[in-house]
């Protein structure tokens, strides 16, 4: 079982940036391969980031390509969303995502955290 808790969401101004933290509990999970999403109000949960645990390929929604980066530290059982440049329309509730086998980009994932609020005024 692994427990995920995400933190590091506020409210900004739009052109700043913020680092998100999936911090996971319970077991390691360095050979899981780990995603965000995120869920804007009225709006389907979508895509955002993934990253694998065998080389940490790294996997982006077209709509952050280039303003965010996801990473993972692996001795600290932590992965990051790194967030520049964002934009109104990157507010969303920003949920981290696991899963024991490789990664996909739709929400088949086995572990969830309960998300963090990410605000960005314009």
């Known amino acids: 079982q692994v427990q995920l808790v995400e933190s590091g969401g506020g409210l900004v101004q739009a052109g700043d940036s913020l680092r998100l933290s999936c911090a996971a509990s319970?077991?390691?999970?360095?050979?899981?391969?780990v995603a965000w999403f995120r869920q804007a109000p009225g709006k389907e949960r979508e895509f955002v980031a993934a990253i694998s645990w065998i080389i940490s390929s790294t996997y982006y929604a077209d709509s952050v390509k280039g303003r965010f980066t996801i990473s993972r530290d692996n001795a600290k059982n932590t992965v990051y969303l790194q967030m520049n440049s964002l934009k109104p329309e990157d507010t969303a509730v920003y949920y981290c995502a696991a899963r024991p086998t490789g990664v996909v980009t739709t929400t088949a994932y086995t572990y969830w955290g309960q998300g963090t609020q990410v605000t960005v005024s314009s």
């Open positions: 319970g077991r390691s999970f360095s050979s899981y391969g």
